[in-house]
């Protein structure tokens, strides 16, 4: 595969070492033209270029799901609250999340205590979250097992499909936060036996803002009553928009739990994002990431450097976090390098995607070592 190829569709480049892809991506060729497309066509013809649902074809095939299984969110923390407030919490019973998650990811279940349901929070082990902590939190009174399947900090990855069986062995479900997933990692939906997903466009999947995606697997859509209702949630009568303003009549695919009117400009950048990931194939962006995390770790190891991500294959993902001292401050000058970071969890995290270069890490790694001498 050659990636040098695909740089020419990110400007960004020419200007910036960029690798930041956990934070937010930066805009493709593709993603802008598909966007400004868009407004031409409104501007011309007063009809929208693209059809937002449209959009769900690409990311059901990313994930090896069907299109019925898809909802159009607006990002992540929006598929996640309708998730926690739709399902089945009675008094005494729980949900099990862990605490190296993002807020996205906590704050909605934590809500739930209000109703009397228990919030229990697996800890880590220096960074690692091993399947037998949640056997020992997850019980026959656990509803839901919330899990990013890639953590923010860290990057450590869970293994989903084991976590499913062991959800699935006490009735309750599993619910994954892919933000940090989708578009670098292969999903497999099925193989994984994952029953909610929820991400937004903007990261890994190299979109703009506006636009995300909720998965529900097939077997589920009809046992839930949406939480929040609007004319994107039920069957047209006859005609397209011809409703029956008197009785709500769910859609029977996943599209009961869309609410209104999507940003179709975030659509249509994210189906030109979309599109580009599944050209260049996800097996390759992932193998590709995975080379460049791990080449970023061996040198980062040589340094001396403390790497907080795990080192082990099967935990690992496209990012890297490290601590060095006076860290923000690291962050701020490699940024005024032009070399983009974030500063997370007391380290520097990187997160390279596949159009970036073995070159780059090193160059990044250069100019650490750089500073810190400057400052010691």
């Known amino acids: 595969m050659n990636f040098e190829m695909y740089r ?7 200007e910036y070492i960029y690798l930041n892809h956990a934070a937010h991506s930066p805009a493709s060729k593709r993603v802008v033209e598909a966007i400004k497309e868009c407004l031409e066509t409104l501007k011309s013809k007063g009809e929208y270029s693209i059809n937002a649902r449209e959009t769900k074809r690409a990311f059901a095939k990313l994930i090896n ?3 019925d299984e898809i909802a159009l969110i607006t990002n992540t923390s929006q598929g996640l609250n309708i998730i926690a407030n739709m399902l089945n919490f009675a008094p005494g019973t729980n949900v099990v999340i862990n605490d190296m998650e993002y807020p996205s990811n906590t704050y909605p ?4 205590k209000s109703k009397g349901v228990e919030v229990r929070f697996v800890k880590n082990e220096n960074g690692i979250i091993p399947l037998e902590a949640y056997e020992k939190a997850i019980d026959d009174k656990t509803v839901a097992v919330a899990v990013s399947h890639v953590e923010w900090i860290n990057g450590f990855k869970h293994n989903l499909k084991e976590l499913a069986e062991i959800a699935h062995n006490h009735g309750a479900y599993l619910v994954v936060d892919a933000v940090q997933s989708a578009g670098a990692m292969k999903i497999d939906v099925k193989k994984m036996d994952i029953d909610f997903l929820a991400c937004g466009c903007y990261k890994w999947l190299l979109g703009p803002t506006g636009a995300g995606y909720l998965y529900i697997k097939s077997d589920l859509i009809g046992e839930f009553t949406p939480p929040f209702v609007g004319w994107a949630s039920v069957k047209y009568q006859e005609d397209p928009l011809t409703f029956n303003i008197h009785e709500i009549h769910w859609r029977e695919n996943a599209s009961k739990f869309e609410i209104g009117s999507m940003s179709h400009l975030s659509y249509a950048g994210a189906q030109a994002a979309i599109e580009l990931i599944l050209e260049v194939g996800i097996e390759n962006i992932e193998k590709r990431i995975l080379q460049l995390t791990k080449h970023l770790i061996d040198r980062l190891m040589e340094a ?17 976090n490290f601590k060095v001292e006076n860290g923000y401050e690291v962050q701020k000058k490699l940024a005024e390098s032009k070399i983009i970071t974030s500063f997370r969890g007391g380290g520097i995290r990187v997160s390279p995607h596949f159009y970036n270069t073995r070159n780059e890490i090193d160059m990044l790694l250069e ?4 500073i810190s001498k400057i400052k010691k």
């Open 304 to 320: 001396g450097y403390e790497v907080q991500s795990p080192l082990e294959d099967e935990y690992r993902s496209g990012i890297v």
């Open 109 to 112: 279940w934590i809500k739930l």
């Open 367 to 370: 100019k650490v070592n750089e």
């Open 65 to 67: 799901a069907s299109n």
């Open 8 to 14: 020419e569709e990110f400007p960004i480049v020419n």
